[in-house]
């Protein structure tokens, strides 16, 4: 069974780069799966940041695109999210998930989830 | 950049009642919708892929199904496990949406 665990500071300021690590277990990362970014404001709903695939293809939300780098380290078997330039809206708890391979491409496995704080 | 809108936004029933969610996009379906369920401090549990399915371990009192632009969420008989937030999702190509949530609460 695949596990997702996210890592990074819980606080950064505004201005700076957000930097988020999910370490994937129990799957291996170059498999046909992608695996995807979706944050959640405090008290909202789920919003897709982007996926990438161990080829290093990649697909963004066109409203953070410009502010977003998604990544795969093979040699650790994890990928990563980077997003720049962050605002107070930018306050989430950040989820790294896995794309299942049924036709839709539903999310099918999901990380606990990691808040991040954007203040100075 | 389609949209989802999912309504009731708060449903109340009462545990053993019929829960029916609605689901609907602003330009047709393509069929390849998934729904969540998310319980407080919890991440979201995949339910229902590609408009019907049920995904592992997932009850079946739990069924989906669509037509059109509008896709439903049925729960046949409500558990108290069952009260929580429910998302909808569909996937175009390389984007990937959600719809706002309806909130299944206890009357």
């Known amino acids: 069974q695949v596990h997702l665990q996210e890592s990074g500071p819980g606080l950064v300021k505004p201005s700076g780069t957000l930097s988020l690590t999910c370490a994937v277990s129990g799957a291996s990362i170059s498999s046909s799966n992608w695996w995807t970014w979706v944050r959640q404001p405090p008290g909202k709903g789920l919003e897709w940041i982007g996926e990438i695939h161990y080829t290093g293809s990649s697909n963004y939300n066109e409203s953070l695109e410009s502010r977003v780098t998604i990544s795969v380290d093979e040699s650790k078997n994890e990928f990563s999210l980077k997003l720049s330039s962050v605002t107070a809206a930018d306050t989430a708890v950040y989820y790294c998930?896995?794309?299942?391979?049924?036709?839709?491409?539903?999310?099918?496995?999901w990380g606990q989830g990691t808040l991040v704080s954007i203040s100075s | 950049e389609i949209v989802l809108t999912q309504s009731p936004a708060t449903l109340s029933l009462s545990p053993g009642e019929r829960a029916t969610l609605s689901c609907r996009a602003s330009q047709s379906f393509s069929r390849y919708l998934a729904w969540y369920q998310q319980k407080p401090g919890q991440a979201p549990r995949l339910l229902i892929y590609d408009e019907s399915n049920r995904a592992t371990g997932v009850p079946a009192r739990f069924s989906g199904s669509g037509s059109g632009t509008d896709f439903t969420l049925t729960i046949s008989s409500l558990e108290p496990e069952d009260f929580a937030i429910y998302y909808c999702q569909e996937r175009r190509g390389n984007w990937l949406t959600f719809g706002g949530g309806t909130k299944v609460e206890i009357k």
């Open positions: 998930a896995r794309v299942g391979v049924q036709m839709g491409l539903p999310i099918d496995s």
